[in-house]
């Protein structure tokens, strides 16, 4: 793979509702839309040490981020993917890539993980609000 030397040249990492690993399984949310969008947007935009806004579009529900490791000193790219399933709830997509040559061992799994964590806690919302998107919705009459 050739990439320009500002791109991202090392490991890709995303999240899945079916993945085996917890941190890469993303969230579903029963709360808004903009509620979400907006504790991702205030996370990035400033929440986050050492993290920025690269470009966000809340039509497209896309924020790209720039997140600078401390200790290697390298640059890792984060897409947060904010949008509507299939049956109304609102769901957080994140991806990773890297741009260092480096190992990554493991750093986007925990990234990403430790991203989730932290949009659970700045949007307070408590378990039964984040729902198991691997298994089809119960309908309580």
Same mark, same amino acid.
């Given at each position: 793979?050739?990439?320009?030397?500002?791109?991202?040249?090392?490991?890709?990492?995303?999240?899945?509702?079916?993945?085996?690993?917890?941190?890469?399984?993303?969230?579903?949310?029963?709360?808004?839309?903009?509620?979400?969008?907006?504790?991702?947007? @205030? /996370?990035? +935009?400033?929440?986050?040490? #050492?993290?920025?806004?690269?470009?966000?579009?809340?039509?497209?529900? =896309?924020? *790209? $981020?720039?997140?600078?490791?401390?200790?290697?000193?390298?640059?890792?790219?984060?897409?947060?993917?904010?949008?509507?399933?299939?049956?109304?709830?609102?769901?957080?997509?994140?991806?990773?890539?890297?741009?260092?040559?480096?190992?990554?061992?493991?750093?986007?799994? @925990? /990234?990403? +993980?430790?991203?989730?964590? #932290?949009?659970?806690?700045?949007?307070?919302?408590?378990?039964?609000? =984040?729902? *198991? $998107?691997?298994?089809?919705?119960?309908?309580?009459?």
């Amino acid at each position: 793979m050739t990439a320009s030397p500002t791109g991202p040249v090392g490991p890709r990492v995303g999240t899945d509702p079916l993945s085996d690993d917890p941190r890469l399984a993303g969230r579903t949310y029963a709360v808004p839309f903009d509620a979400v969008w907006n504790a991702a947007l @205030r /996370l990035v +935009g400033g929440g986050l040490p #050492r993290w920025s806004v690269i470009h966000a579009d809340d039509e497209e529900g =896309i924020i *790209d $981020a720039r997140c600078k490791t401390l200790l290697l000193r390298t640059e890792d790219q984060i897409r947060v993917d904010v949008g509507l399933d299939g049956n109304g709830q609102t769901r957080v997509d994140l991806s990773w890539t890297t741009a260092s040559r480096r190992p990554a061992l493991g750093r986007g799994a @925990r /990234l990403l +993980g430790w991203f989730a964590r #932290r949009l659970d806690r700045e949007l307070g919302v408590e378990a039964h609000l =984040i729902l *198991d $998107a691997s298994s089809p919705p119960r309908w309580d009459a």
